[in-house]
């Protein structure tokens, strides 16, 4: 029967020790996996152990289940999340679900299932947790006395229109209570699902209080799959700019990540295909691949394109100074050195082709007005 082998390890390996993705027989067989993004799953680096899963000779380790999707719902205390990073452009955010099940070997946010115990590969896109009080909770934060409105962002670290928030509509509640409060707010998806809420989306804009932008890592249906397999497919993320911005709702394009050798070839092809369905804003972000999503971009990397594996690698230390990754505030997004610029001029080239970023939306706070009273300071007397 499979067993599984325990070895220990200090719970939190230095900057310079590879993590759990280097311990042999982390790997998953491929049905097991089949439909999911990454190829192993290795325990959390936060976990004092790391599990091995062996054959004991029996070959029973081939019965093992197929690694299918759970939801836990999870009881959260506040959901507006706030952050000082110098080099974003909003200071709070929204995250309804953890972890995600578009399953994208590349997500800079699998790191963050450690801090539950659990693994940044397989565990990321299939145990996920979602906060179905979120919108109770967004009410009662807007209404605080010392709430001050600025734009808050969704989708910056897990898609919050991922295939459960149809049964759980987590985001659409979000967005109610948006829209009832008056406050804007910009959101990033890969997934067609969000045109399910133009009712809403269409009354924001008309006041200027929203603006959505679809992530297009590829056009090659193809290579979409491989590197995204449960997001929408490159097809519909266009078709929802174009649904999206029939109905005034202004929509812009993510082309991220742009990964070297790989999907960077389609920049121009992405903007194009964009602008022509409606897009009038753009940005990209360069592959980052902090922690633990190194080594599972370099096992899928090793698993679908073997003749480009050194190529590839390559590339990025090029664009990281030597390293893998650098998380240097003010490169880490867009990188450094000639085929980092190289990269950066080729977008502002095509944007300014077609037209893209002449204009940008700078969304409104004059309407807000808590849909809650306010709690009053009594007085003594």
Not at 31 to 46: D, F, I, P, V, W
């Amino acid at each position: 029967m499979a067993h599984s082998s325990v070895l220990r390890r200090p719970p939190v390996p230095a900057p310079s020790v590879a993590p759990a993705g280097e311990f042999l027989g982390t790997g998953v067989d491929r049905e097991r996996r089949r439909g999911r993004g990454t190829l192993s799953n290795a325990s959390g680096r936060y976990e004092p152990t790391a599990r091995i899963a062996f054959d004991d000779g029996w070959q029973s380790i081939e019965e093992l289940p197929v690694f299918e999707t759970t939801v836990t719902e999870e009881k959260a205390r506040k959901i507006i999340t706030r952050n000082d990073s110098p080099d974003i452009g909003f200071d709070r955010s929204i995250n309804p679900y953890r972890g995600c099940e578009h399953g994208c070997v590349y997500c800079f946010a699998r790191p963050t299932h450690s801090y539950m115990g659990l693994s940044a590969g397989l565990d990321f896109e299939t145990k996920l947790f979602a906060k179905p009080d979120a919108p109770e909770l967004l009410e009662r934060e807007l209404s605080a006395p010392n709430y001050s409105p600025r734009v808050i962002a969704i989708g910056t670290n897990t898609d919050p229109y991922q295939p459960i928030e149809r049964k759980y509509e987590i985001m659409r509640g979000i967005l109610e209570v948006l829209d009832r409060a008056g406050h804007p707010v910009g959101i990033v998806t890969k997934s067609a699902l969000v045109t399910r809420d133009i009712d809403i989306l269409a009354r924001m804009a008309r006041r200027g209080l929203v603006k959505v932008a679809l992530s297009v890592t590829s056009l090659d249906g193809k290579l979409a799959r491989t590197m995204e397999p449960r997001a929408a497919t490159p097809a519909r993320r266009i078709e929802a700019i174009r649904r999206l911005s029939e109905a005034g709702i202004p929509t812009s394009v993510m082309v991220a990540p742009v990964v070297p050798a790989i999907n960077d070839a389609e920049i121009e092809r992405i903007l194009d295909a964009a602008y022509a369905a409606g897009a009038r804003e753009a940005g990209y972000v360069l592959l980052r691949l902090p922690l633990e999503v190194r080594d599972l971009f370099r096992e899928w990397v090793m698993e679908n394109f073997p003749d480009r594996y050194r190529h590839v690698f390559k590339l990025i230390r090029d664009m990281r100074g030597g390293k893998d990754y650098d998380a240097k505030w003010g490169e880490r997004m867009i990188g450094s050195g000639p085929i980092a610029w190289m990269i950066g001029r080729r977008f502002e080239a095509a944007c300014e082709r077609l037209g893209l970023n002449r204009r940008k939306l700078k969304l409104t706070t004059e309407h807000f007005a808590p849909t809650k009273k306010r709690p009053q300071q009594l007085t003594l007397f």
